[in-house]
Nanobody, 125 residues
Framework: QVQLQESGPGLVKPSQTLSLTCTVSGGSITTNYYYWNWIRQPPGKGLEWMGAITYSGSTYYRPSLKSRTSISRDTSKNQFALQLSSVTPEDTAVYYC?????????????????WGQGTQVTVSS
């Protein structure tokens, strides 16, 4: 059973960088051919796919966020991470990490087979 767990600060100041880590257990992030995703849900809105890193380390980003987003991994710790720079209050959301067998940019929940529980991040001074 694969388990994902998000961790990171719950409060970030405007203009700073949001940094989250997803720790994976029960399976390796280098296993063919999975994608490891970051998805968020702002209050009152739907799920938004932010980006993904593949089993081989390739990355994909949502075009509207690409200039501010970086996804990386630490295979020795079986973790992958999200950095979102220059945050504003509009980046306030519950942030999820999730696994998918294919590249899925629509954040349709059934396209992801394992999810973390989510972590609330608030951007406020």
């Amino acid at each position: 059973q694969v388990q994902l767990q998000e961790s990171g600060p719950g409060l970030v100041k405007p203009s700073q960088t949001l940094s989250l880590t997803c720790t994976v257990s029960g399976g390796s992030i280098t296993t063919n051919y999975y994608y490891w995703n970051w998805i968020r849900q702002p209050p009152g809105k739907g799920l938004e796919w932010m980006g993904a890193i593949t089993y081989s380390g390739s990355t994909y980003y949502r075009p509207s966020l690409k200039s501010r987003t970086s996804i990386s991994r630490d295979t020795s710790k079986n973790q992958f991470a999200l950095q979102l720079s220059s945050v504003t209050p509009e980046d306030t959301a519950v942030y999820y990490c999730a696994r998918s067998p294919l590249l899925s940019t629509t954040a349709t929940s059934e396209e992801y087979d394992y999810w973390g529980q989510g972590t609330q991040v608030t951007v406020s001074s």
